[in-house]
């Protein structure tokens, strides 16, 4: 079933004094339970389009759909609350708030998702996630302590502890070496089924296509 | 979850650097204020002392109480009109120990009142700071102008004039002295009443200090100190809780990226600098007050609790600002900005 709907969006940068349209009408759709993966030359707008999508940067024009209402018409607060409760990001780099522990990450996002659940509650939730990325015996370390490869399964934990629908992924495995892309891949395949998301996933890397349910080419600002 | 404790807990070095600072120059500030009071009372402790009221001099004084001269008839008609009001003089001058020691005194007398020391004739009455050095009750003490001999007769806390301890005597004694009929001040205790009395001036007990030169100087010099550390500690905490925030953009533009609401990040920071400063400011007034217990009797200093709370509002209020202020990034910072800067 599709949930999420890229509509004819664009998106012209200024570069000085030049327009520079970096997205041409883009359209997409993401569907529940398949990974949706996004190559593309470098410069092609994989990232503009992706933020766009996310809600991060505005669009120049077009719509993106997701439960039926159009986010580029939403205000900044709207879109914040879909943010924190309904979407989930990783990104090239884990980006780890480096004075909480692994648990205490995750906290945050149940936090911020407001998902209201008790602490016990959310320690459970949190246990039953990190068993899930392998990660659960460094549960109390600090980011600092943790290597490139387990960062990012703590960053994917962080993306999918509140039970996102849509699952935003830029170059997730960028930092890792071929063995721990691997594995972070299988990972974000099997997490989208069981949780039934849509994801949506930026790789230059050609291997990585195998575990994509769908494989969408950018080039000259559409897609193809 | 509590994110400002945690990043204190986790970087305790960075917070303890600014904690300390806070410290350091809040309590040099406290120590600076309690000298501007100490010094004022050493100066002006007689004046200071009395109660609000309205201080009256002759205008020819212009401004310099010891110029006014004010007529027995003026004074005998205010006296009546106002059963409170008392009129008395300031001289500075000397009295000789038995064994010939001189010291310098404020010499201060009065018509009756209950608002300064009442003293019979031949008597004096000393500011405690004399009994320390040495003088005591029934000592006899001589005055180069004065025929007789002054026989101490009691000790007055906190009497000082000009730095000057001062010493009571009665009002006959002080025309003998000083060869004069009349008093310099007229004083009429409770508030301003608005009252005006032909020739003479009036003076708030405000103005009535600042018309002391020396006590002028003195107090402007030491509450510029004490200000201008004001603004400094707030100029400190600005700056610092700025690079730190700049050393965060990238965090926080993630944690935006999430949906973490901006008010919620300046909650944070505000929580840290409002713990940082009552940390710190805690410590200061504890050793402040320390220091006001065993300062050594000669060193005028007096930190009044009244002083320490007004300052200690002040730094915290100063450390809001400061903070906010430097914390307008925080709502700058957009998510996509730290997702592009790579890992923070
Ligand atoms: N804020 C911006 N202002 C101006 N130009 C921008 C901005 N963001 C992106 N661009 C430009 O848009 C184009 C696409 O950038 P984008 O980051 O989307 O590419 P990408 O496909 O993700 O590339 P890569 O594979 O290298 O990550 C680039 O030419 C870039 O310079
Ligand atoms: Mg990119």
Redo the contacts between chains.
Sequence with gaps: MTIFTIDKVRKTFMNGEMKDEILKGINLSLKEGEVTALVGASGSGKSTLLTIAAGLQPASDGKVLFEGQNITAMNQEQVRKIRASKFGFVFQFAHLVPFLTVEEQLMLMLDVADTKLKKRQQKKEIAKILKLVGMEHRKDAYPASLSGGEKQRVAIARAIIHKPKILFADEPTASLDSKKSKDVMLLIRDLTKMLKMATLMVTHDEEMLSYADHVVKMRDGLVQ | ?N?AW??M???KGRFLILGSIIFLVSLLTFIISGLANGLSQDNAALIKDLPNGQFFMTKEANQTYNLSKISNKTQTSVLRKHKDAVAFSIQMGFINEGSGKQRSVAFVSSTASPLFSKVNKGEVVLDRSLESDGIKIGDTLTNNQYNGKFIVKGFVDQSKFSHAPVAFINIDDYKQIYRIQEMQLIFIPGGDSGETITGLKSFSKDQFLNTISSYKAEQLSLNMMVWFLVVISGMLFAIFFYMMNVQKI??YG????????TSVLFTMMWTQMIFITIFALTISIALGQVFNLIAPKGLPFSLTVGTTVQLSLTFLLIGFVGATLSGIQIKQV???Q??QQ???
């Design positions: 979850m994110m945690k990043e807990k986790k970087n990238g965090l993630i944690l935006k990226a999430i949906g973490v609401k957009g998510p996509l730290a997702i790579g890992e923070v």
